[in-house]
Each structure stands twice: as structure tokens, then as C-alpha cells.
């Protein structure tokens, strides 16, 4: 069973950054994507950010688009989400996720592991 771990959350001002990290277990963790999604209340859980096996590739929500950065490190089973220029619409529960595959997705049924969340607050 893989287990996926979040932690970096909490409570910041606006334009303020805050860096997230998940950590999956599992021997194979470098032949799947990765992703952040997030959920705000109220609302649906929305992509935000996702990126290759091998790091090569990475794709963000257009609202997240030059302020957040995904990254991973095979050699440790972590991805990171560093995101800076925080406003108070990125506030929710960030969850990170591992793919069903190798491949990039904004879709939510293209992945099979999810962690429980770590709360992201920001306030104006």
C-alpha cells in the first residue's frame, strides 16, 4: 500500500510564500507523476499543479501560473510545491497525489494515492 504524507501548511498574510512537501512511499515512486490539488470550503477539489516521472514535465492551473513551482526528487520519494505571491483565494487543503501513471493529469480519477491534506490559510 502506498502512503502519501503532506506537510508544510499554515497560516500566512497575502504575498507571503509558503513551500509544501509530500513524501510517498513505495520503491516505484519515480515512474509516476505527481500532483497538488487543493480544496477550498464549500467548494470542489481543483488541480494546481502536476509534474512527470522524471521531473521533465510540469503543468499548472492557470490561477497558480507563475507564482507556484512543482518539483520532485526521485532519489528521496518527495515532491515540493513552493508557492510565493500567496493571495487568500489559494487558501484550502492542499493534497498531494500519485498518479495511475506516468503521464501528466489534471484529472482527479487519474490518480489512485492521496494524502489527508495539510491546511493552507491565507489571510489578507
Known amino acids: 500500500q502506498v502512503q502519501v504524507v503532506e506537510s508544510g501548511g499554515g497560516l500566512v498574510q497575502a504575498g507571503d510564500s509558503l513551500r509544501l512537501s509530500c513524501a510517498a512511499s513505495?520503491?516505484?515512486?519515480?515512474?509516476?507523476?505527481m500532483a497538488w490539488f487543493r480544496q477550498a470550503p464549500g467548494k470542489e477539489r481543483e488541480f494546481v499543479a502536476t509534474?512527470?516521472?522524471?521531473?521533465?514535465?510540469?503543468y499548472y492551473a492557470d490561477s497558480v501560473k507563475g507564482r507556484f513551482t512543482i518539483s520532485r526528487d526521485n532519489a528521496k520519494n518527495t515532491v515540493d510545491l513552493q508557492m510565493n505571491s500567496l493571495e487568500p483565494e489559494d487558501t484550502g487543503v492542499y493534497y498531494c497525489?500519485?498518479?495511475?501513471?506516468?503521464?501528466?493529469?489534471?484529472?482527479?480519477?487519474?490518480?489512485?494515492?492521496w494524502g489527508q491534506g495539510t491546511q493552507v490559510t491565507i489571510s489578507s
Open positions: 497525489t500519485r498518479s495511475k501513471s506516468r503521464y501528466t493529469s489534471q484529472k482527479i480519477l487519474d490518480y489512485a494515492y
Open positions: 509534474i512527470s516521472d522524471t521531473g521533465s514535465s510540469t
Open positions: 513505495g520503491r516505484t515512486f519515480s515512474t509516476y507523476a
